[in-house]
């Protein structure tokens, strides 16, 4: 099955710095990939996504980046604020337009924006 | 705006104890996911189920059931619990419009198994 590897597992920046977030995944098949943003004590909520047809998607300070060759897609924060401060989840599946929507998800990574 | 439900946000239960969770969505959809989210682990599916009375196993199944009767509810049976189902338990259902497959989470039922 799909294996999902996320790194780093922590980062902190300054406010206004730039993050980025790295995962790789091992099935060539996967399609389609979307990043969750959870806030301390609340759900996981869907923040972007991009499907393997498209090699960059941008929406204002978040954009993310896929290189399907070497099987891995980043997550890029701009200008990062207070509460862009969460646990960041990379996932990826294959969807084929049958009935399956089963995601595989990275470990996570702790950003801290540190005032 | 979507909203999916879950039955309880803390719950504490004995060891060898039945326990059911239970997810509620209004919105029709028609997969369903339960996941465990542990601290530097991510979320890890449990079971999933694509219709009314269809059940596929996720990444660790294992002490785990599911059944899904109704469109809108899914539940999450341990049929005798252990300590290490400790966790926090999510339920997910999923969005699919315009090429966008969004999963919509529950708030999420911390257990705690003694």
């Known amino acids: 099955g799909e294996n999902v590897e996320q790194h780093p597992s922590t980062l902190s920046v300054q406010e206004g710095d730039s993050a980025v977030i790295k995962c790789t995944y091992s099935d060539s098949a996967s399609n389609y990939f979307p990043w969750y943003k959870q806030e301390l004590g609340k759900r996981p909520q869907l923040i972007i996504d991009i499907r393997s047809n498209v090699g960059e998607k941008k929406d204002q300070r978040i954009a993310v980046t896929l290189n399907k060759t070497a099987k891995h897609f980043s997550l890029h924060i701009t200008e990062t604020q207070p509460e862009d401060s969460a646990v960041y989840f990379c996932?990826?599946?294959?969807?084929?337009?049958?009935?399956?929507?089963?995601?595989?998800f990275g470990k996570g990574t702790l950003l801290t924006v540190n005032p | 705006d979507v909203k999916v439900t879950q039955s309880s946000r803390y719950l504490v239960k004995r060891t060898g104890e039945k326990v059911f969770l239970e997810c509620v969505q209004d919105m029709d959809h028609e997969n369903m996911f339960w996941y465990r989210q542990d601290p530097g682990l991510g979320l890890r599916l449990i079971y999933f189920s694509y219709d009314v009375k269809m059940k596929e196993k996720g990444d660790i199944p294992e002490g785990y059931s599911v059944s899904r009767e109704k469109k809108e509810r899914f539940s999450l049976i341990l049929e005798s619990a252990s300590t290490n189902q400790t966790s926090m338990y999510l339920c997910?259902?999923?969005?699919?419009?315009?090429?966008?497959?969004?999963?919509?989470f529950g708030p999420g039922t911390r257990l705690t198994v003694l």
């Open positions: 996932a990826a599946s294959f969807n084929s337009g049958g009935s399956n929507y089963k995601l595989t």
């Open positions: 997910a259902s999923i969005q699919l419009a315009g090429g966008r497959n969004e999963q919509f």
